[in-house]
């Protein structure tokens, strides 16, 4: 009680960044309006605010781009490390898996439809967009150069890059997160097919790893409200056009429409084809731990209230509850992997930048892949779509675009990934049988007298 009514005298982060968004739109404004007022040929103001605020912002994305490798590596290796009773569940695991990596590609499909039909970033005015791409010229150039040398390679080229021949090398560019995700889920592996007494030690060590490393990201998010106010400041001041922010609006509705249909279409949809349990159901069993989601903007958060209501309320047994639900918190991110296609391909509309329908496919593998290996906290996503973005070859500063609306825009896909989550636990535990009445408050108890008197 004394603790909540502490954390309740601090301001909470997410107000904390609201407000660093609107002080930096805001000085943005005012450095574009002195120097229109006074004339001022050379944008002193503007200028001071590129030098001096900027910079700020420069080095929150770097905080973010240096986190995501040792993120990737610890998320990913515990995940899969943590299955180690994969052989008494092995049955259990694979449909778990399969129906999550099912339910995270239909996201990141209908985010992708979305995005290309509204095509949000083109409500950004054009001479925006031609300012923006003029800026990230090199960038695109890039993008266009691995395309040319793609084509000159060998159809199967992507697959041959996903696997590295050297991980160190790997690990030292960003733009390889594949290639880092793809040894992270081998060494996962090796550590599940390892006798446990002889890899407790390096088990124990990415266990651990991965405590520090959502630390690390704890701090970065102490510093974003700074980060954001410097990324919206030089926004405004390089790009002073409310366009930007009218393109802001579509991409959010199109995001959030995307993230309606997976909550209020696919997933109850999906729960009655698979379990007959109706559309009330679902949502009065799982309500409060979306609430918990949207305001933690946390999968690992909400957990506990997740189990809850899976557990008493939608009627998973226990065991398979606490198998399915906390892997789902760290690799089912539907809402993310949904977040992720929307926002690559807004950015790459607002730079003017055309994307085959290649690298659209790129985008929901890299979106599905790196949904899987974000972390289940605040902003995990926005690191992840650093990867998508460079994956593709988009603009990885374009994030700074998006950033404003990043936080409500984060509450929303989260409550998704805990709905998914929550979706997938009871399909599988009904394939496996392990479904029952949430009506009998102590279902576990329920399920033991059954089992012992059928015994
Ligand atoms: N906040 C999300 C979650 O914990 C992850 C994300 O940033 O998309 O589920």
Redesign the pocket.
Known sequence: MSKRSNSMKKLALHWKIIIGMILGIIIGFVAVIIDNRTGSESNTVKRIVIDYVKPFGTIFINGLKLIAVPLIVASLVKAISDMKDISKLSKLGGRTLITYIATTVVAVIIGMVLVNLIKPGEYIPLEIRESLSVQYQEAAQGKIDVALSQKETGPLQALIDLVPSNIFEAASENKNMLQVIFFAILFGIGIILSAPEKTKTVKDFFDNLNEVVLKIIDLIMIYSPLGVFALMASLVAENPDPGIFAGLGMYSLTLLLGLAIMIFGVYPLLVYLFTGKKYGFFFSGIGPAQLV?FTT??????LPVTMERVEEHLGVKKEAASFILPIG?TVN?D??SC?QAVAAIFIAQAFDIDLSIGAQLGIILTATLA?IG???????????LVIVLGQAGIPEAGIALIFAVDRPL??C??VV??TGDAAVSMIVAKSTGQLGDPKVKDWDDHYNNENSATN
């Not at 903007?297 to 909400?302: H, P, R």
């Not at 974000?374 to 992840?384: C, F, H, K, W």
């Open positions: 989601a903007s946390s999968s690992a958060a909400t918190a991110m809402g993310t977040y949904s974000a972390a289940a906290v605040p902003s995990a996503g926005i690191i992840m984060d509450m896909r989260t990934n805990v």
